[in-house]
């Protein structure tokens, strides 16, 4: 009986936890994973429908490019990848569109962590309605069910959460049934686990992505709006936008019904898309601000001292090169000197390693962008008026470098 007591117990300790087995028996996460959850219907507006027009003229038939091996046109190298849906809108017009694994345009994808980006959109709506009076106001203000008594929580402000700079314990691992982010993805009563984290940091001192930031964001835009965050999406964005198709918003069960903000809103290409032409026009939908000018440029402006993360959002940036070599300067001053020159608009110098007298130049584009695992994109270049959608069911690389080569090839 001794040897068989270890093994029960432990299993027993594994089974009790509800969202183990989940793990398993769902095979992890998939693009398709709206079916398995509840959810918060979001309806369009039949009567206000926009749809992008397709362009006259097809400015990316003769585009060829070495993603992945040989030169190749688009169709073809997409279709060598676990790419289900590609979407190419250049200056309100759509430069190119197609599905893959026998997908439509109706049909709707998870888009994970994309989810982090539009929640970002529905935390400004709630701030410019005054429902949220305050970024720097402590989350506690809006979720008492949090820790009063714990000074770390007192601290944590809804800035720190948009900009993932928590501090708290969460262990953000993709391939672990015990990960802190596997349980708020399969778990139930998401504010009751959550009021039981501790603190690793304190708020705003590290940056470190946490999907447990978002989850709080939504529970926030929850408690002060009354609504289910996939009603409030309805209400604020997909009737007004004129969305061409329903969506939803998985919650984390029935009974609770929260939305689950940091990874489960399932939409289609096209609808993802409209939120990228959104951001593109400072938050006016054909002459109705949505969401303010100001939190549009918060949200898009890149932050260096944030790893370009702001909002939710990512910013695009690297070291300045030319034909896959640095730019080195003798100097902070030349390197500042140098980066102006080359018209780099967001920048900071540092040298190769200490004491060097070589000089780089980190960078940061004006392009932007939201991103889900398996390399769920909404890429915005808003010099070239470009907007790029890519879901896929798996993790490929090198999309962003993609984007930027498609665009470029667009022009201005």
Request: glycine share 8%.
């Amino acid at each position: 009986m001794k040897k068989l007591f270890l093994p029960t117990l432990l299993l027993s300790v594994i089974f009790s936890a509800c969202h183990v087995p989940r793990f398993f028996t769902r095979n992890k996460a998939n693009i398709t994973d709206y079916k398995i959850f509840p959810y918060t219907p979001v309806g369009t507006n039949p009567d206000n429908t926009f749809e992008f027009p397709p362009a006259k003229k097809r400015p990316l038939a003769n585009f060829r490019d070495n993603y992945h091996g040989e030169a190749q046109d688009l169709t073809t190298l997409l279709d060598k990848t676990s790419t289900t849906a590609f979407l190419v809108v250049h200056r309100d017009s759509i430069v190119y569109e197609n599905y893959f694994e026998g997908r439509e345009p109706d049909d709707i994808s998870t888009f994970f962590s994309v989810s982090k980006s539009v929640t970002s959109l529905l935390v400004g709506i709630a701030v410019d309605e005054g429902l949220i009076e305050d970024i720097n106001d402590p989350i506690t203000k809006y979720i008492p069910e949090l820790p009063q008594d714990d000074p770390d929580w007192q601290k944590l402000t809804i800035k720190h959460l948009l900009n993932m700079r928590s501090g708290l314990n969460f262990r953000e691992a993709y391939g672990s049934p015990f990960a802190h982010v596997a349980k708020l993805y399969y778990g139930t009563n998401q504010l009751k686990q959550i009021s039981k984290y501790q603190f690793n940091f304190e708020p705003g001192s590290v940056h470190q992505y946490q999907s447990v930031s978002t989850a709080l964001l939504g529970i926030a835009v929850e408690k002060v709006t009354g609504l289910e965050i996939g009603q409030y999406l309805e209400e604020k964005v997909w009737k007004p936008m004129g969305m061409e198709f329903d969506a939803t918003w998985s919650v984390d069960d029935k009974k609770n019904r929260s939305g689950k903000t940091f990874c489960c809103l399932n939409a289609t290409a096209r609808d993802l898309a409209k939120i990228g032409r959104l951001y593109l026009n400072d938050g006016n939908w054909n002459g109705q601000q949505i969401i303010s000018r100001e939190w549009v440029e918060a949200s898009t402006t890149p932050n260096m001292e944030n790893d370009n993360y702001q909002y939710q959002w990512y910013g695009r940036g690297g070291i300045a090169r030319k034909d896959g070599q640095q730019y080195t300067y003798p100097d902070s001053l030349a390197a500042v000197e140098g980066a102006r020159s080359l018209g780099i608009p967001h920048f900071y110098v540092d040298p190769l390693e200490a004491g060097a007298n070589e000089w780089h130049i980190h960078y940061a584009s004006n392009d932007f962008y939201a991103l889900g695992i398996m390399n769920q994109y909404l890429f915005v270049d808003p010099d070239r008026e470009v907007i790029i959608v890519r879901l896929g069911r798996k993790y490929d690389d090198g999309y962003l470098g993609l984007f930027t080569r498609i665009s470029r090839h667009l022009g201005g």
